[in-house]
């Protein structure tokens, strides 16, 4: 069974830039998962899809941040504007349990920003 | 929000020697899972706790879900050099399906 796939590893950008990440969960996996870690932290919810609609953002910085899910499937994060304070590594995951009860979470590698 | 804290934040062994670290919170959760994170990497997925009191081993892995279900606890034995890496607790409850996270034990083994 494939992982969670996310792309690019890796991204550089500049203050003020504009960046979007992707993520492919694993397949029939109906939420999605984006995290944000902080360098020496632990993971921090971002946003959480159940199959294309948004179950919590409330963690979400709307006046940049944005994220779709809009066939189910795939999604994209997206930073616009991004501040030097965003550079960390974003991850996705994805589980397949239904609403009200918890679940396994499994990762994707991530993508490492880093905002000059 | 709901904290966790995990300790210790760092641990250098031997090769050979258990370790064991934990994870309190002030909240109660009705899952408890440990992940492994290597640099680079997402982390991975290496027990999950269902059930308080709950005791669960993956090899040289064990983890107790604590009867409170405020804390767990994680058991490696006989440590490896491969063990290298950050270990983090991860709290979920029914009503906000994502996870909690502990803010990571890093490990260091000595060949």
């Known amino acids: 069974e494939a992982g969670v796939a996310q792309s690019p590893r890796y991204k550089i950008i500049e203050k003020r830039q504009s960046v979007a990440f992707w993520c492919n969960p694993i397949?029939?996996?109906?939420?999605l998962y984006w995290y944000q870690q902080i360098l020496g932290q632990g993971p921090k919810l971002l946003i959480q899809?159940?199959?294309?609609?948004?179950?919590?953002d409330s963690q979400l910085p709307k006046d940049r941040f944005s994220a779709e899910r809009l066939k189910g499937v795939d999604s994209t994060l997206k930073i616009q504007p991004a501040k030097l304070e965003d550079s960390a590594v974003y991850l996705c995951?994805?589980?397949?349990?239904?609403?009200?009860?918890?679940?396994?979470?499994?990762f994707g590698p991530g993508t490492r920003l880093t905002v000059l | 929000g709901q904290q966790l804290n995990q300790s210790p934040q760092s641990m250098f062994i031997q090769e050979g020697e258990d370790v064991s670290m934990n994870c309190t919170s002030s909240?109660?959760?009705?899952?408890w899972l440990w992940y492994k994170q290597d640099p680079g990497e997402g982390p991975v997925l290496l027990i999950a706790?269902?059930?308080?009191?709950e005791l669960t081993s993956n090899g040289r892995l064990t983890a107790q879900f604590g009867i409170t279900r405020k804390d767990s606890f994680l058991n490696i034995s006989a440590s490896i050099p491969s063990d290298v890496g950050i270990y983090f607790c991860?709290?979920?409850?029914?009503?906000?399906?994502?996870?909690?996270f502990g803010s990571g034990t890093r490990l260091q083994v000595q060949p």
């Open positions: 899809f159940q199959n294309n609609g948004v179950v919590d």
């Open positions: 909240s109660i959760f009705n899952t």
């Open positions: 991860a709290g979920g409850d029914t009503g906000r399906r994502a996870l909690t």
């Open positions: 397949s029939g996996h109906a939420t």
């Open positions: 995951a994805s589980s397949s349990r239904l609403p009200g009860n918890t679940d396994t979470q499994y």
């Open positions: 706790l269902y059930k308080a009191g």
